[in-house]
């Protein structure tokens, strides 16, 4: 019977236009993020930039010409309008010897080129008018030489983690609350149309909260196979960018942990749903079950920068934020594998509590019409039988 529910649900859901739409177009967002990947982290070719002098930045030509490593510019001496070469994208930027002319915002390692090399000129003609040689202004302004070592890897590693972790937290936290609220609003149709006293007449609460939850839950899991397929084309097409290993591990995390989170966060909604009769009330209805979901992407958002603060290793333990949280770490830093499992363990063992509790909730409220169910009453009538 339980099968009959959940086919029932994905022959409902599955063949909708909606959900093959949002499918495909998860699918195409997932590789464009990942071979954006390659723009972020820029390669190991340097990058060509046409630069336009006039006026007195024509004698800054020859030493803009020099280019570093990850920099190589083309210098055009303008004669002309030099401002419409840069509005036509003829040029990235203009300088006449004291100003910079950029079309919009300025290119951050461009604008430091030109304003080093300036620099350098400026100093060297100032040397001269102050007779101190070559040899002297070279020793003046030798800079010291430090090394770095990043324990996290480069730059370029950094990118791939960030988009990685982006698209898996991203992905599950809309998967979760999308399908969360599939589940919601299809419990909240059937008790205002009716249709769950014909249900009841033939299976037990129990088994129809199953049967939804799993069909769903398959519809759910297919959507966020394609995102994880995605992500792995979309690496792979990765070109002169080494990927990290935690960052290949994140990959079958993602699996696991939105199939725990599902099942958690499934139950939570269904019970939710349960407690309304109306469509109307839904939305403050899910709040109760969309807060601590929202709170997990905002810990993950706001740990970009530091993913090791004690917010995100903590929500990494709460069933409620670690489906988002602990995906969005493993690729962000090198989390114990010890940490891993002992996530897991908890959002697996919180599963059993949340279906217990979830599903006393959903049968005591889904014959109640009318009025809503505030959680209190549902609490305390959690072990009665609402039919």
Known sequence: MIWTIAIRELQTRGKSKGFIVIT????????????????LGGGDDPVEYTIGV?????????????????????????????EALVNDGEIDVLFDGSTLTWEGFPNQSLDSYVRSI????????????????????SNLLTP??????????????????????????FATFMLLQTWGAF??????????????EILLSHVQPSTLLSGKVLGLGVLA????????????????????????????????????????????????????????????????????????LLAGYAIAAASFGNPDNPAAVIGMFIPFTSPVL???????????????????????????????????IYRYSLLRSGTRVSFSEAWKNRNQVGF
């Open 326 to 360: 602990l995906p969005f770490r493993n690729a962000m830093t090198d989390v114990p594998t010890w940490q891993v499992a002992i996530s897991l363990a908890i959002l697996a063992a919180s599963i059993v509590l949340m279906v217990k509790l979830g599903g006393r």
């Open 54 to 82: 006039t006026g007195d930045g024509v004698d800054y030509t020859a030493a803009l010409e020099t280019g570093t490593d990850l920099l190589k510019p083309t210098v055009q001496v303008v004669t002309g309008d030099g």
């Open 183 to 196: 589940i919601m609003m299809g419990v909240i149709e059937e008790k205002s149309s009716k249709v769950i």
């Open 221 to 292: 899991l297919v959507q966020m196979i394609v995102v994880v397929i995605g992500m792995v084309v979309g690496l792979s097409l990765v070109e002169d960018i080494q990927i990290p290993t935690s960052v290949w591990g994140t990959v079958p995390l993602v699996l696991v942990t939105f199939l725990l989170g599902f099942g958690f966060y499934a139950t939570a909604f269904a019970a939710v749903g349960s407690m309304v009769s109306r469509q109307e009330d839904a939305t403050t209805a899910q709040l109760p079950a969309m807060l601590p």
């Open 24 to 39: 495909a177009i998860l699918f195409a967002a997932v590789i464009g993020g990942a071979l954006a990947i390659s723009f």
């Open 144 to 169: 010291i030489e430090i090394g770095e070592v990043r324990l996290d890897g480069s730059d370029t590693d950094f990118a791939v983690r960030l988009a990685t972790a982006a698209a898996s937290g």
């Open 118 to 137: 300036a620099q350098q000129v400026q100093l060297g003609q100032r040397a001269t008018d102050l007779d101190v040689g070559p040899s002297e202004l």
